[in-house]
């Protein structure tokens, strides 16, 4: 039996691999670049490219990439073979700095939310150091950033890196006010939660709605599905713990820490969990794990679903998006501490990451905003639309006992200002978690857990990040200046929670009267779908906040808003063309064809015996009739709905068209759809049921 520890990181060009293959010298700068962002020698570059050549080659690669994400949502590769001609007719094997450092490959085809025209093809990638190589199949792939002619970004890397050293400046300028004058770097790390469903290929394929658009458009509600709560956590089927050992495997090998494996709430539904590593290198990782879920199932005869929402009336899936602030020397910026002093600084990035969710709720809940996810969120297993914050009993206490200046009832009766002798020592939270907050506090780590399961992690950390960056600068730029820092500091944390309380909540998620609550009294936001919170990217304090940090450039956040918009609209348009097309040429026939065989029977009743007046057949068959009309009409309404999109003046404009008008139709249609499921022999069915597809793998 191989032992995990012999292979894991064999495909990786890690640390480990660069220590034993490069020089001192060309190690400690590499090392330099990585860690400290020191600028990158040309003679630095083509020693790594030598070794990562060498040692590529040496594991079976014969070829190189820029592996990129492009902001479709998936990554992106152009391959390059490593050989060059050699003068006695041969080849030899070759890769250089220059091509490490920079390709060139096509940049007009992908979305560019009009920051390329369609003639301006030239685009570039530039390599991530802080990010290892890696081998997948016989190709070297390099994680590059992916930028314009004219140096925007086209991609999700860039701003999130950007968001990155945003957030390790500002958090740096508070640390060294505490005194913490040898931390040279703060990061940001993340540990995602991957839910996903299995279904069998076979059901796949005779399925257009989920090969077309990744989930079912029709299907009616099965005699069971997750009433009893026997799925979750319950004892894995042996094809799927097969398929999970081999995708551990597969993780192992290109260094993803896959530590946890269960199943989910929903049959059918799974969840994979990794430990945490740094947000950039945790969001590379996503994106493969993504990848290799869904190659790993194909080698199994399954079909791995990534939709957010791929059945109805069961739950969706997310990506609990779990982040965390540590110092370079392994200090987690979120963990109480062991001292009064650790409890200062402690509470005030606590303070700073509740008046940033706070300050750019919009922020968060766009970043995580796809036609997908909007079917998810509120649902099951899912948090509201409503972002709040949860933090548990024990720091609602103490965070109560600052602003009102009363004695904070816990281990110690001491008076709450945050002078280093007077501030008693507290625990970190021990309360219960909360699984319907959108963002609770886990002990030392918060979990955002709006994300949808196909969504890149990127666009969530890189709002996180900048609203954070922007509560410790204006933290720092105060405490800077201030003669008395403890008042200062006491004072300025005291109002943060004063200010920002109403967006603390502690209760049911779910509840109705939580929403009418976090709207009418707290005042909260709730924008229920993509078009309605997409446009405020471009508020003026939202373009005012990232285009500070450095994060976006005003053209680029145009940009992603146009290109969000249209990937909304374009992904709405699939399912009703492709429901359109269902309906006609299988749900229709299918019903008519059973029409057909209840009529015969009828007769044939009618004919052993004409004194029968009622009977099954006739009863069932004036029903079905009924909907095959209702269906007819249903879809002629949606085809008109969808031909009106053509009128729209912009995206903008088509979205809320497809909000308002579309995807009432598309439910329309559904119902009457879905009820002539009911009554339709099986035999008559074009395609597998929700019972079919959801305990179809054993």
């Known amino acids: 039996m191989k032992k995990v520890s012999d292979f894991f990181g064999c495909k990786v060009f890690d640390d480990r691999v660069m220590k034993a293959n490069l020089s001192a010298k060309v190690y400690q700068s590499l090392r330099k670049t990585i860690d400290e962002g020191a600028k990158l020698d040309i003679g630095v570059a083509n020693a790594v490219a030598a070794a990562m050549k060498d040692w590529a080659v040496y594991h079976g690669a014969t070829h190189y990439t820029h592996w990129f994400q492009p902001l479709t949502g998936v990554t992106a590769e152009k391959h390059d073979s490593f050989i060059s001609p050699s003068p006695d007719g041969g080849v030899i094997m070759e890769f250089s700095g220059k091509e490490l450092i920079k390709g060139e490959p096509d940049a007009s085809s992908f979305p560019s939310g009009g920051l390329r025209a369609t003639f301006e093809a030239r685009g570039y990638t530039a390599w991530d150091p802080t990010s290892y190589a890696f081998i997948k199949g016989n190709t070297l792939c390099i994680p590059t950033a992916f930028c314009s002619y004219g ?46 469903f ?10 257009r709605d989920i090969r077309f658009t990744g989930r079912t458009l029709f299907g009616a509600k099965p005699p069971k599905g997750q009433e009893m709560d026997d799925h979750y956590f319950g004892v894995i089927k042996p094809r799927v713990a097969a398929y999970m050992e081999e995708l551990n495997e597969e993780l192992w090998k290109l260094g993803i820490l896959a530590k946890t494996e269960h199943n989910e709430v929903a049959p059918a539904q799974h969840e994979l969990a990794p430990i945490y590593t740094t947000t950039n290198i945790a969001t ?65 990035f606590l303070c700073a990451v509740i008046k940033a969710v706070d300050d750019y709720q919009d922020l968060l809940r766009l970043s995580v905003a796809t036609a997908g996810n909007d079917h998810r969120l509120g649902a099951n297993e899912a948090p509201p639309a409503v972002i709040s914050i949860f933090l548990g009993e024990e720091l609602n206490a103490v965070l109560e006992a600052i602003e009102t200046g009363t004695p904070y ?7 709450m200002k945050l002078g280093v002798d007077v501030l008693p020592k507290f625990n970190r939270d021990t309360t219960d978690r909360n699984r319907t907050s959108p963002f609770a506090f886990t002990g030392n780590k918060f979990e955002f857990r709006m994300l949808g399961s196909s969504n890149s992690i990127a666009c969530a950390n890189i709002m996180l990040n900048s609203a954070v960056a922007e509560s410790l600068k204006i933290y720092a730029d105060r405490l800077e200046k201030a003669e008395n820092f403890e008042d200062v500091l006491h004072e300025m944390i005291r109002k943060t929670i004063k200010d920002h309380k109403h967006i603390i909540f502690n209760g049911n998620g779910y509840d109705d009267t939580w929403i009418k609550e976090a709207v009418e009294r707290r005042g909260l936001l709730n924008y229920r779908t993509t078009p309605d919170c997409m446009p405020h990217l471009l508020d003026e304090k ?23 918009l249209e990937n ?39 004919a052993v015996d004409d004194s029968i007046s009622r009977n099954y057949e006739t009863e069932l068959m004036k029903k079905l009739v009924r909907l095959e ?36 139709e598309m439910g329309e249609l559904r119902v009457a759809c879905d009820e002539a499921e009911t009554m339709t022999a099986k035999k008559y069915w074009p395609f597998p049921t929700y019972g079919d597809l959801l305990f179809g793998v054993k």
Not at 299 to 313: I, Q, R, T, W, Y
Request: proline share 3%.
């Open 409 to 415: 009832a816990g281990t110690e009766k001491t008076q």
């Open 151 to 196: 140096g925007e970004a086209l991609d999700k890397k860039t701003p999130l890196l950007r968001s990155m050293e945003a957030l390790n400046k500002q958090a740096i300028r508070i640390l060294h006010l505490f005194g913490n004058d040898d931390v040279k770097c703060v990061r940001t790390s993340v540990g995602p939660e991957q839910e996903y």
């Open 568 to 606: 909304y609209c374009k992904t709405v348009l699939i399912e009703a063309n492709t429901m359109i097309d269902m309906a006609k040429t299988e749900i229709a026939p299918a019903v008519s064809a059973y029409v057909l065989e209840l009529a015969n029977t009828a007769v044939a009743k009618k």
């Open 198 to 207: 299995l279904i069998t290929k076979e059901m796949y394929e005779q399925r």
């Open 542 to 564: 939202n373009v005012r906040m990232l285009t500070s940090h450095k994060v976006f450039s005003e053209a680029e956040l145009k940009s992603r808003c146009e290109i969000m």
């Open 629 to 664: 009309e209702q269906i007819a009409i249903k879809t002629d309404e949606l085809e008109e709905a969808v031909m009106k999109l053509k009128g729209a003046e912009d995206v903008e404009a088509e979205s809320y068209m497809i909000r308002d008008a579309v995807l009432g």
């Open 284 to 348: 590379d990782h996503n994106q493969l794990t993504m990848e290799i879920m869904q190659k790993v199932a194909a080698k199994h005869g399954l079909v791995c679903l990534l939709h957010e929402k791929p059945f109805a009336g069961v739950n969706g899936s997310g990506k609990h998006n779990n982040w965390s602030l540590a110092t370079d020397g392994g200090v987690n910026l979120l963990s109480p501490g062991e001292t009064p002093y650790e409890n200062a600084q402690f509470l005030l």
